[in-house]
T-cell receptor, first 116, second 114 residues
Framework: EAGVTQFPSHSVIEKGQTVTLRCDPI?????LYWYRRVMGKEIKFLLH????????ESGMPNNRFLAERTGGTYSTLKVQPAELEDSGVYFC??????????????FGEGSRLTVL | GNSVTQMEGPVTLSEEAFLTINCTYT??????LFWYVQYPGEGLQLLLK?????DKGSNKGFEATYRKETTSFHLEKGSVQVSDSAVYFC?????????????FGTGTRLTIIP
């Protein structure tokens, strides 16, 4: 079974440009999460999809960030325009709800974004 | 709000040494507690978890006990190996069913030298 895959693994852009990160969750996982780790600090929650619906986007830093999940499958996270402080590693994770019991999150390898 | 405080790194140990990485938390209610590990070039993966007070999670020789009285979940291993070199993250989740929204610590980089 394929794991969570993220693309690109590393992106280097200039301030003001646009970047789109993609995440393919494990097939059948309804829950999809985006997290971000900035400059060696803690990993912070950005948002949570259940299928194609945004369940919780309380962690999105500002309106320069736009996340979508087309048809409840893969998800994209667009940063437009990018700022220096957006640099970091963006992690995607997915999970399957199992009778309301807290389950395991499966993470991708992360997409490293460097804004110059 | 919820928060996790874990031992600052980096930590460097010799092979077969005893490992402790401290983790304390602040949370409302009764969260579940986790240790995730990120090996070089890989994504985060669940190492162990505990869902209620006094539970002990264990995996690959690592252990951590959910201590409600001290709000701690320290990670321990009796004899580390070079292959344990990785970044370790302590985390907690809330009690919303079906929502594994995690709050992470800053991570501790562990290097084991032969």
């Amino acid at each position: 079974e394929a794991g969570v895959t993220q693309f690109p693994s590393h992106s280097v852009i200039e301030k003001g440009q646009t970047v789109t990160l993609r995440c393919d969750p494990i097939s059948g996982h309804d829950n999809l999460y985006w997290y971000r780790r900035v400059m060696g600090k803690e990993i912070k929650f950005l948002l949570h999809f259940v299928k194609e619906s945004k369940q919780d986007e309380s962690g999105m830093p500002n309106n320069r960030f736009l996340a979508e999940r087309t048809g409840g499958t893969y998800s994209t996270l667009k940063v437009q325009p990018a700022e220096l402080e957006d640099s970091g590693v963006y992690f995607c994770a997915s999970s399957q709800v199992r009778g309301g019991i807290t389950g395991e999150l499966f993470f991708g390898e992360g997409s490293r974004l460097t804004v110059l | 709000g919820n928060s996790v405080t874990q031992m600052e790194g980096p930590v460097t140990l010799s092979e077969e040494a005893f490992l402790t990485i401290n983790c304390t938390y602040t949370a409302t209610g009764y969260p579940s507690l986790f240790w995730y590990v990120q090996y070089p070039g890989e994504g985060l993966q669940l190492l162990l978890k505990a869902t209620k007070a006094d539970d002990k999670g264990s995996n690959k020789g690592f252990e951590a006990t959910y201590r409600k009285e001290t709000t701690s979940f320290h990670l321990e291993k009796g004899s580390v190996q070079v292959s344990d070199s990785a970044v370790y993250f302590c985390a907690l989740s809330g009690v919303n069913f079906g929502n594994e929204k995690l709050t992470f610590g800053t991570g501790t980089r562990l290097t084991i030298i032969p």
